[in-house]
């Protein structure tokens, strides 16, 4: 982590910043910065010779800084000091309650905030109903000392996008938000959009150094389809391209012996279920009488590890760090419940770390096969999708040979892996590397804009 300074507030209304020696060292600086917003001033090393930047409380209602003591990294570019990342959070659904002013995400955000010290960024979260144009300002919420609270900032350094849903992100009124700040004002923008299973699998399919993780994907077009697909693996999965959490999500199986189909899946009481069939247009015809075919992707059927009776599949989380590398910050392991067509929790699902089904050796080798899978898929994914990603959730399987299946990407994971005892470390480390991948951005937009902005 690059090194940051306690930003502190002295009661004089001087034009003075006071800064460690080796900021100054060998520099011409004569402005600082915090977000969009600059001031002149005088610029002189600490008499005392202390990790601080101290400003005046002059500057500090100049450059619309929060009276808040903290860390934060100092950038220097073109004569100006750059102090922040002011980082500002991008969603949607607030509430007028005080104590949960993002709804049922409140805690979410809170746990979110929380990073700022330890990384060394000042985040916060705002909607569109939030941003004042003309003054080039945002009411922001902040949690600071247990507490939210509405805060006027400039402009921030760069934008985390966390909108709740697809719906949200197609909204006129957000997108258009979304194309000013970043053609207007040149702000980088990371983790924007929902991905599409389909569109996934096509451009990861390009990539010869990933297609080994890619389980045979079409698009639903025929009924001949599913039987060419049911005769090669005999199970598949059916799935809609937009889906999240589990939902709506099909196995169908052929038994070859009996000449039977079966599909399982959970009915719209959320109680999982098992149903035969004489043929797959019966089967079709009772399952899938009310439902949009041309919305879902028919998949490879995978015989995957076991616990017991039960299949396993497993979450891993990547994140880019400070320095903008990928980074794996978490894995876990989902466990179906019995009769479920998938591993989560609402379907009866377990999580459990690799250490508690695996004897040593075997989840030492998972765990790189894993880690080796994720980091591969999350370069590809970088290079070829629009946007800047700082993080994702991959959905791995592994069948009984030992090799990894990519079953789903995720743009914005869920963090339902998290509840379990052993994995609250690493809950910590995606949150601080969510904000964190703030640091490498503001430092790109600044010294190498051409590179983010081409």
Known sequence: MRQHYLIEVAQNDQLVVFCPKDILQGKQIKRIAFGSKSIAVDFFPHPDEIDRIVISRKIQKAIQFPDFTIPLHAFIENQILYIGPLVGIFTAGFTSIPLQPIGERTLFFSKLLSVNKTVGALAFVFGEQHIDWEQGTIEGYFFHNHAWETIE????????????????????????????????????????????????????????????????????????????????????????????????????????????????????????????????????????????LEKMIVQQGISLLRNETRSIDFRVHTNKDDYGKWQVSAIAAKIAGHGSVTTHARSGGDIKTLAEIFPKEEADLYFEKLTSAALQLSKSLDSNIEGIIGEIGFDLGIDRKGNVWLFEANSKPGRSIFSHPELKEVDFLTRKLSIAFAVFLTEQALLHPEELFK
């Open 153 to 292: 900032v400039p402009f921030p350094n760069v934008i985390y996008d966390r909108l709740p849903n697809r719906k949200s992100e197609r909204n006129p009124k957000l997108m258009k938000v979304r194309d000013r700040l970043q053609n207007e004002y040149l702000i980088p923008w990371y983790n924007p959009g929902f991905f599409n299973k389909l569109d996934i699998y096509e451009l990861l399919l390009k990539d010869v150094q990933v297609t080994e993780y890619l389980p045979e994907t079409q698009p639903f077009t025929s009924f001949s389809t599913i039987e060419t697909m049911l005769a090669k693996y005999g199970h598949i999965f059916i799935k809609p391209k937009n889906g999240s959490l589990g939902l709506g999500i099909h196995q169908v199986i052929f038994d070859k012996q009996s000449g039977s189909y079966y599909c399982r899946y959970q009915d719209e009481a959320y109680i999982n279920r098992l149903r035969k069939f004489v043929s797959l247009d019966r089967l079709f015809q009772s399952v899938f009488a009310h439902q949009s």
